[in-house]
């Protein structure tokens, strides 16, 4: 027995490589037999070349129940559960493959307890101010209202504006903001314009 004698699968038969070797107790198994093994196997060097060829055998099985999966549900999302509710199924895998995966199927009553971890995510997002894009163009400005026959510009109600933007009444009185006439203008130098002098 050298250091490099030539090994063998004891489940397949196959020549298992320098580095190939997952060790069972009583023989020895190639990487492409371990590889169908169950990830939630453990022990796997304390187990017999019997036992892994039962295991082997279900892991067979477990793949023809997975072709009858109906999936309903999918929970999570590295880590997935996903859910059968019609034959009440259900696994866990990372995997997006996962009819390639072999997850084990496991029956809802043989779920027996769980632990709840609730994960909040917040999320936000920063703008640089100088980098954003100008706001759209104004509007086009409405071109400017006609003029009357006299070359006076109208307001939006279609009435003339005097000198002083004032909107002028049909008596070409200028108008207030309530629409009521302004009262004329004070006399020089802004004093009220005295009345007459009574007769004498
Ligand atoms: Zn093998």
């Known amino acids: ?30 990487k492409d037999c371990n590889a169908q093994l169950s990830p939630w196997l453990t022990g796997r060097k304390q187990m017999t070349v019997q036992d ?4 082997l055998n279900y892991r067979a099985e477990n793949a023809r129940v997975l072709e009858m999966f109906q999936e309903t549900r999918v929970v999570g999302t590295n880590m997935q559960v996903h859910i059968d509710d019609v034959h009440g199924w259900l696994f ?8 390639k995966a ?14 709840y971890q609730i994960h909040e995510y917040e999320h936000q997002t920063a703008v640089e101010v100088e980098n954003v894009a100008p706001p759209p163009a104004e509007p086009p400005v409405p071109p400017a209202p006609a003029a009357d026959a006299f070359g006076r ?15 002028l009444d049909e008596y070409g009185r200028p108008l207030d903001e309530y629409g009521r006439p302004v009262p004329p203008p004070p006399g020089p130098a802004g004093r009220p314009t005295p009345p007459p002098p009574p007769p004498r």
């Open 92 to 99: 866990f895998t990372r995997s997006t493959d996962w009819r």
């Open 153 to 167: 510009p109208l307001d939006e109600y279609g009435r003339p504006l005097d000198e002083y933007g004032r909107p």
């Open 102 to 115: 072999n997850p084990d199927v496991l029956r809802f009553d043989q779920i027996t307890g769980a632990d």
């Open 52 to 55: 892994i060829i039962a295991h």
């Open 1 to 30: 027995m050298g250091l490099f004698d030539k090994k063998y699968c004891d489940v397949c038969g196959n020549k298992i490589g320098l580095l190939g070797n997952h060790k069972l107790a009583n023989g020895n198994l190639c």
